[in-house]
């Protein structure tokens, strides 16, 4: 993630060619100090140079001298290879999938970030692109990737439950209120706070049992779309409702290519937490590696799964 990428040195960089103010914002150098400051002081006070360098970090007008059609190199995303990620499949005879963006959501109708996707063969690069470019500014620190090694993990998804028929729908919706009565209930159907002298025994009664036993399950958090970074798998629509992304060149309904979250796991899907990381669910190495918030904080990106080299398309949640 956000790294030097195999960009071969006789093939130009992607460039944004877009109209749009792009000397103001926030310089990417600044943006990686202030990220390097928060994680030198992390369980300690900020230092008053740390202070002051954080003071000078903010939205300015860094390149007056970039004008608003001045073509602008993308931001380097990602890199993944075919023979890392199983369900990451592109033309045929391309293994290995370059992802740029604009870091400007001002790109559109609906004011979003440019995605450009590469595919290649990545033993054609011979020598590779060095110093790689990269826009000085971007409009939002938030559109600016951190520095990361991606480690895939193949896990099984469901299809969100609002694309579900009818009947499995209710059979779920039974199973999630049965999960509910065992745990809410003694055998005989009475409280279980009536069995304890004081309202405190029984919080502590509780705490104590809820530490012992599994956490709850449910298909929307736990079982049925992982939240995180990812290549392929279902779409959630928890936002919105359903909305079908076909391909606008032959019609064909486009999956999830790629999926961009604001982090790896939340209070309500713990269950996706790789099981080496359970101790650490508080560290935002673990929750929120890449330091990425875009549109209302997911973005998936579309490919047709007929001819990847047709366009591809965003969606948001």
């Known amino acids: 993630m956000a790294g030097p990428l195999l960009w071969p040195a006789v093939e130009p960089w992607p460039v944004c060619t877009a109209v749009h103010p792009q000397g103001r914002g926030y310089l990417l150098a600044d943006v990686r100090l202030r990220r390097r400051i928060q994680e030198d002081s992390r369980g300690r006070e900020y230092t008053e140079e740390e202070l002051r360098l954080l003071d000078g970090m903010t939205r300015a007008n860094h390149v007056p001298g970039l004008r608003e059609d001045d073509p602008l190199p ?27 963006w604009c870091p400007f959501e001002v790109h559109g109708d609906d004011r979003t970030i440019d995605v450009v996707l590469k595919w290649r063969h990545s033993a054609d690069v011979g020598a590779v692109l060095t110093p790689q470019p990269e826009p000085p500014v971007a409009g939002r620190a938030e559109c600016v ?7 895939p993990e193949q896990v099984v998804e469901y299809e969100y439950v609002g694309l579900l028929d009818e009947a499995l729908q209710e059979e779920i919706d039974e199973w999630e209120a049965g999960l509910l009565d065992e745990e809410g209930e003694d055998e005989d159907g009475s409280s279980p706070q009536a069995d304890y002298a004081t309202y405190e025994d029984y919080v502590a009664a509780m705490a104590a049992a809820q530490a012992e036993e599994p956490e709850e399950v449910d298909y929307m958090s736990d079982l049925s779309i992982a939240p995180g970074w990812k290549v392929g798998g279902f779409a959630s629509w928890h936002l919105t409702d359903p909305a079908p992304v ?18 790896e796991c939340d209070s309500a899907s713990r269950s996706w937490l790789p099981v080496e990381d359970r101790d650490a669910d508080n560290d935002p190495h673990i929750i929120d590696p890449v330091g990425v918030y875009l549109g209302r904080g997911l973005m998936r990106v579309h490919t047709c799964p007929i001819d990847p080299a047709h366009p591809h398309r965003l969606s948001f949640q």
């Open 74 to 100: 993308m931001l380097a995303v990602a890199q993944l290879y075919v023979r890392d990620v199983p369900d990451l499949v592109g033309p045929e005879g391309q293994d290995l999938l370059q992802v740029f």
């Open 145 to 151: 990737p951190t520095m990361c090694v991606v480690h």
């Open 246 to 263: 076909d391909c606008r060149a032959c019609g064909t309904a486009m999956p999830p290519l790629l999926t961009v979250d604001q982090w």
